[in-house]
């Protein structure tokens, strides 16, 4: 059980254009999912969590007009990267908290790697 | 500055050896706390959860926790080639769900 699918695993895309990424709780619902980013041999750094029916809370530095996120379902949240530029290349996981489950016990998806051109 | 920091390594141990790893943490108030471990070009994955003092066993692993020192740890008992990885600390303040991760631990496990 507890099992998160990305969409897509890797994308490339050209600079100035505009990527979605899904992350789905397959077996289980999630009120509560968060977005992270991980540069290579970094560790991952929250960007923003992500509530289903309500607007998400993006960390300090995160620009929410960039990366768009919305979580119309208990078992869907998607972040859209607007006008991706090369520095936003990078590992992108999601994250799903399961409702009424041990708190703060997150499975991850497997992750969005996104190259930008 | 809330801050969760680790060895970044690399620890080596032969095959059939325990490894250690450590973590400490500045926020006195967290109140769960979490080991991942993460191959290279993959997501973390859940290995042990701990949230109040002392030691948690699951199979070859063993967390420990003492919240007066700050401080986490996770053996790996009989450690195996397969147990290379990179090893994530997380922690989980009061008030919320926000996880601070560490930047990770990588250990090698020689054959």
């Known amino acids: 059980g507890a099992v998160v699918s990305q969409h897509p695993s890797r994308v490339i895309c050209k600079s100035g254009t505009s990527v979605k990424i899904e992350c789905r709780s397959l077996?289980?619902?999630?009120?509560?999912m968060f977005w992270y980013r991980q540069f290579p041999k970094k560790s991952l750094m929250l960007m923003a969590t992500?509530?289903?029916?309500?607007?998400?809370?993006?960390e300090q530095g995160v620009e929410k007009d960039k990366f768009l996120i919305n979580h119309a379902s208990l078992t869907l949240s998607t972040l859209t990267v607007t006008s991706a530029h090369p520095e936003d290349s990078s590992f992108y996981i999601c994250?799903?908290?399961?409702?009424?489950?041990?708190?703060?016990?997150?499975?991850f998806g497997p992750g969005t790697r996104l190259t930008v051109t | 500055q809330k801050e969760v920091e680790q060895n970044s390594g690399p620890l080596s141990v032969p095959e059939g050896a325990i490894a250690s790893l450590n973590c400490t943490y500045s926020?006195?108030?967290?109140?769960?706390f979490f080991w991942y471990r993460q191959y290279s070009g993959k997501s973390p994955e859940l290995i042990m959860s701990?949230?109040?003092?002392g030691d948690k066993e699951d199979g070859r692993f063993t967390a420990q926790l003492n919240k007066a020192s700050q401080y986490v740890s996770l053996l790996i008992r009989d450690s195996q080639p397969s147990d290379s990885a990179t090893y994530l600390c997380?922690?989980?303040?009061?008030?919320?769900?926000?996880?601070?991760f560490g930047a990770g631990t990588r250990l090698f496990v020689k054959a």
């Open positions: 994250s799903a908290l399961p409702t009424g489950g041990p708190i703060y016990e997150q499975y």
């Open positions: 077996d289980f619902q999630a009120t509560t």
């Open positions: 992500s509530n289903e029916g309500s607007k998400a809370t993006y």
């Open positions: 926020d006195r108030g967290s109140q769960s």
């Open positions: 701990i949230y109040s003092n």
């Open positions: 997380a922690v989980t303040g009061t008030g919320g769900f926000k996880t601070i």
